[in-house]
């Protein structure tokens, strides 16, 4: 497995939530950073940011034993600078056709979430969302297109109710969104939220954050993304899945709790009856780090993550993994 920082860790400095995407011959990583702070989790005064590389040039450095440090090779933008910018959520729906999920976060406040609709992921405008029928809203996993519109995946709370569900909102002119459907707790006391929908050919499956301990992924299936089966538990200690299909095999990144004296970053095929792969580890507070963007890159699978230190001062990565991994 080859390892590369995209991003270096700096004293005081939060870089986080990285998701890429691929434009002609570019690869543009999006990204959070912002000021570290212990007293607020994931750090203030946050920025979405823009570091894109020429895919050849890419391709090149990651085979490079002589380079770890990948920055400085490529073009670091701000793409917005709100008060305190904390999600950066792109996606691919169509050949000139992007979209980027962000978020401004207070304390205390409900969360403002945005989408930007662009030909190329190069993004200076954006609407924020508001769903009828649901109080608040957080964008998490990749957009898809259906029946000529594009679902979207979030969680949030319900108008009326406390607490959170995973949601599958639809839009077919990517200016208004409606709730298509959502999944219940499959009993008391399981909080689930964050969400990844793939079709794996046959079915839609959705992996979902239990944010309750003992923590794990869950799973819920749909033939069309309208009706939702109960969900079941997949595996415990773990957290923020990805999930990704390749080859007709359906594979899931996420916060791995399990390892003792750390925490992990892993790869699992979740149906394929191989055991996982921890692609790295990390000290210090679990929350600085763990999300990640799995696809491929240089003709190999290739995961972008985030990964924490003791001061909470976050690296952005990339993991190359071995050909046939997924």
């Not at 690869?27 to 959070?32: D, K, P, T």
Request: hydrophobic share 40%; glycine share 10%.
């Amino acid at each position: 497995m080859i390892r590369k920082t995209v991003v270096t860790r700096q004293p005081g400095v939060y870089s986080a939530f990285p998701t890429f995407t691929r434009w002609e011959d570019e690869v543009f990583v999006f990204y959070r950073q912002a000021q570290a702070n212990r007293s607020q989790a994931h750090g203030r005064q946050g920025r979405v940011k823009c570091w894109s590389i020429g895919s050849e040039v890419l391709a090149g450095l990651l085979r490079d034993p002589a380079v770890d440090d990948l920055y400085s090779y490529g073009r670091d933008t701000v793409v917005f600078a709100g008060e305190n910018e904390i999600d950066s959520i792109v996606s691919r729906l169509g050949e000139n056709l992007y979209v980027l999920c962000t978020r401004i976060y207070r304390p205390g406040d409900p969360a403002r979430s945005f989408v930007s609709v662009a030909d190329r992921p190069v993004f200076t405008e954006r609407r924020e969302v508001t769903v009828a029928g649901v109080d608040w809203l957080v964008f998490y996993g990749k957009a898809l297109a259906r029946d000529g519109g594009h679902v979207f995946t979030a969680y949030g709370g319900l108008a009326g109710e406390d607490g959170s569900r995973p949601l599958v909102l639809y839009t077919d002119d990517l200016t208004s969104f409606r709730l298509l459907s959502y999944v219940s707790s499959p009993w008391p006391g399981v909080v689930l939220n964050e969400n990844s929908i793939v079709w794996d050919g046959q079915e839609y499956l959705m992996f979902i954050r239990q944010d309750t301990p003992p923590f794990g992924i869950w799973c819920a299936r749909s033939p069309d993304l309208l009706h939702w089966d109960k969900p079941q538990r997949l595996f415990g200690a773990a957290q923020a899945p990805m999930a990704f299909v390749q080859g007709g095999e359906v594979h899931l990144t996420f916060r791995d709790l399990s390892p003792e004296g750390g925490t992990a970053l892993s790869f699992l095929s979740p149906f394929a009856g191989r055991e996982k792969t921890i692609m790295d580890f990390y000290p210090g507070s679990p929350y600085d780090g763990g999300y990640s963007d799995p696809g491929c890159l240089a003709g190999s699978p290739a995961v972008f993550y985030y990964c924490g230190n003791q001061a909470g001062e976050p690296a952005i990565k990339v993991a190359l993994l071995p050909d046939g991994a997924f």
